[in-house]
């Protein structure tokens, strides 16, 4: 393995303190576990039990607090050979992506860490290529050695399969699409060995496993999650006893973005939706829910960033916007967007702009007067992006969010430091609007 010292990311903002004469700067330091292309995901959890959290992705978990040592879950074998400058061939580790000069795939598409059998040691599940299977690595319990492989699920479809509460029930399930159908699927607490139970909630319309877009949240207000995707929302019904068929409300979320969220983006006490219109183009999104008048919902379009940079209010552009998240980044109380540019999705030649900078981003959540909104972009770095998965997550324990990501350009955490400053240094760390005449909506 290979470390890298951490690197100083650009200021951006953070909340007022409690001093009115200070303020408060955020900034990241970026630390590259490695450079190698093992997964287009990653994840935190406690690994080794020792009170630290520690990165996982791909075969590879990273002890922290320094992830110096890199311990593996199961065989990690993939090379590929390039030729370095003087034409000499060389062996790297990994899957060929940013440290060659073509395109390849991994087996390990997301992460997401949880005790699945309940022994109070971490596990990992994988989410692998889309149409493959998802497994879960059982925890050794500080023994070394490859951890124990069970199937979760055969299939897995859609690009951003999640792992969170859908049911209710207090206990996350994969939620994704399988042969055709959406659905979910949790572990047998008595036997969690064995494959899971899948549950459709949608007929079999021929969902495709290379499906873009899907999330989970209470669009309507009742209490309960519904399924997201690009087509639409999925209405939970009041019981799920016997495996009812969830109400389809049509709409179009653009042709296939990342993950998505239903959140009150604008305060009015109704959830919005969230998503990036195409992973492999442009567009980040919002679509606010308003009343339709006949007592359902009608969505708007606020689409704030774009094709061209004056489709955004502070010139910012990007493309391949492949994975979001939505956690509130600077504590103010509203939930922020992180998100950047998938690094190669297609290789070096395809999709727009595949040599563009690997950019990172966070877009602050801005309420104005008359329920208006703006998110307020802050770059967290250039050169590292996001994969199919990027997460906010409080990786020191310091109570600040951290950003940690895994693609074909390595694993990244990125680390949030705050310092306080006058109000001027503030000011002019903020990001300026392009022209006076942009407003926020």
């Not at 690994?47 to 990273?62: A, E, R, T």
């Not at 047998?188 to 064995?194: E, I, R, Y």
């Not at 070096?348 to 329920?371: I, Q, S």
Request: aromatic share 10%.
């Amino acid at each position: 393995m290979k470390s890298r010292s951490l690197v100083a990311a650009g200021a951006v903002l953070a909340s007022v303190s409690g001093d009115a004469a200070t303020r408060e700067l955020i900034a990241f330091q970026k630390q590259v576990l490695t450079p190698e292309f093992w997964a287009e995901g990653a994840a935190v959890g406690d690994f080794n039990k020792d009170g630290k959290k520690d990165v996982v992705s791909g075969p590879f978990w990273y002890a922290g607090p320094d992830f110096k040592v890199r311990k593996a879950i199961y065989p990690a074998g993939q090379t590929f050979k390039t030729k370095k400058a003087d034409g000499t061939e060389v062996s790297v580790a990994g899957y060929e992506g940013g440290l060659g000069k073509n395109n390849a795939y991994s087996d390990n598409f997301i992460a997401h860490v949880h005790d699945v059998n309940r022994d109070g040691w971490d596990d990992v599940i994988v989410m692998g290529f889309p149409g493959a299977e998802t497994w879960w690595f059982e925890n050794p319990k500080g023994k070394d050695g490859d951890w124990a492989k069970h199937k979760a699920i055969d299939v897995t479809d859609n690009e951003s399969p999640t792992f969170l509460d859908l049911t209710g029930d207090g206990n996350p399930e994969i939620v994704c699409s399988s042969k055709g159908a959406y659905g979910w699927a949790g572990p047998d607490p008595a036997n969690p060995t064995q494959p899971w139970t899948w549950h459709n909630l949608s007929p079999n319309k021929n969902y495709h496993k290379f499906t873009h877009g899907l999330g989970v949240g209470d669009v309507n207000g009742d209490g309960r999650a519904d399924l997201l995707e690009k087509d639409g929302w999925w209405e939970q019904p009041a019981s799920l006893a016997g495996d009812p068929e969830w109400k389809h409300h049509p709409f179009a979320f653009g042709t296939g973005g990342a993950q998505m969220y239903a959140y009150d983006v604008d305060g009015d006490g109704r959830n919005d939706v969230i998503t990036s219109l195409a992973a492999h183009g442009y567009g980040l999104t919002w679509f606010q829910n308003l009343d339709d008048g006949k007592g359902g919902i009608r969505f708007v379009e606020h689409t704030f960033m774009n094709k061209e940079p004056q489709e955004n209010r502070y010139g910012v552009k990007f493309s391949q916007l492949h994975a979001i998240d939505l956690k509130d980044v600077d504590g103010d109380g509203l939930k922020d967007l992180v998100t950047g540019k998938r690094f190669w999705a297609h290789g070096p030649t395809g999709d727009p702009e595949p040599g563009a900078p690997a950019v990172l981003y966070w877009f602050r959540l801005v309420r104005t007067p008359g329920k208006g909104v703006d998110y307020v972009p802050h770059l967290i770095d250039a050169d590292s992006g996001v994969g199919t998965q990027v997460m906010a997550v409080d990786v020191t324990g310091d109570g600040q969010l951290d950003i940690v990501v895994g693609n074909k350009k390595g694993v990244f955490v990125h680390t949030q430091v705050r310092r306080k400053v006058s109000d001027a240094e503030w000011e002019s760390a903020q990001p300026k609007p392009i022209s006076t005449s942009a407003s926020a909506r």
